[in-house]
C-alpha cells in the first residue's frame, strides 16, 4: 500500500495562486495514474485532474481547464497541482490519489490509495 502525503495548501486571494505537491512512498509510483480530487463542505469529492503514468497525457474537469496544471516528477515520487487564477469556489480540501491502472479516471472508485487532504482557501 503506497502512502501519499500532500501540502502546499493555504489561504490565498481570489485571483491568486499555489502549488500542491503530494509526495509518495514506495517503489511503484511511476506504474500508475495519480489524479487530484477535491471535496468542499456538504459537496461529493469530484475530480480535478489526473496525470497518466508517464507524464505525458493529462486530463482536467471542464472548471479548471486553463487554470490548473498536473503533472509529476517520477524520479521524486512526486506529483503536483499548480493552481492559478484561484476563485472561492475552488475553496476545499484537495486529495491525491493513485489510480488503479496507469490511465487517469474522473471517479473515485478508480483509485485506491489517498492522501489526507490539504487544505484550500480562496477569499473573495
Known amino acids: 500500500q503506497v502512502q501519499l502525503v500532500e501540502s502546499g495548501g493555504g489561504l490565498v486571494q481570489a485571483g491568486g495562486s499555489l502549488r500542491l505537491s503530494c509526495a509518495a512512498s514506495?517503489?511503484?509510483?511511476?506504474?500508475?495514474?495519480m489524479g487530484w480530487f477535491r471535496q468542499a463542505p456538504g459537496k461529493e469529492r469530484e475530480f480535478v485532474a489526473g496525470?497518466?503514468?508517464?507524464?505525458?497525457?493529462?486530463d482536467y474537469a471542464d472548471f479548471v481547464k486553463g487554470r490548473f496544471t498536473i503533472s509529476r516528477d517520477n524520479a521524486k515520487n512526486t506529483v503536483y497541482l499548480q493552481l492559478n487564477s484561484l476563485k472561492p469556489e475552488d475553496t476545499a480540501v484537495y486529495y491525491c490519489?493513485?489510480?488503479?491502472?496507469?490511465?487517469?479516471?474522473?471517479?473515485?472508485?478508480?483509485?485506491?490509495?489517498w492522501g489526507q487532504g490539504t487544505q484550500v482557501t480562496v477569499s473573495s
Open positions: 490519489a493513485r489510480g488503479r491502472s496507469i490511465i487517469p479516471r474522473t471517479t473515485p472508485d478508480q483509485y485506491d490509495s
Open positions: 514506495g517503489r511503484t509510483f511511476s506504474s500508475y495514474a
Open positions: 496525470v497518466r503514468e508517464n507524464g505525458i497525457w493529462t
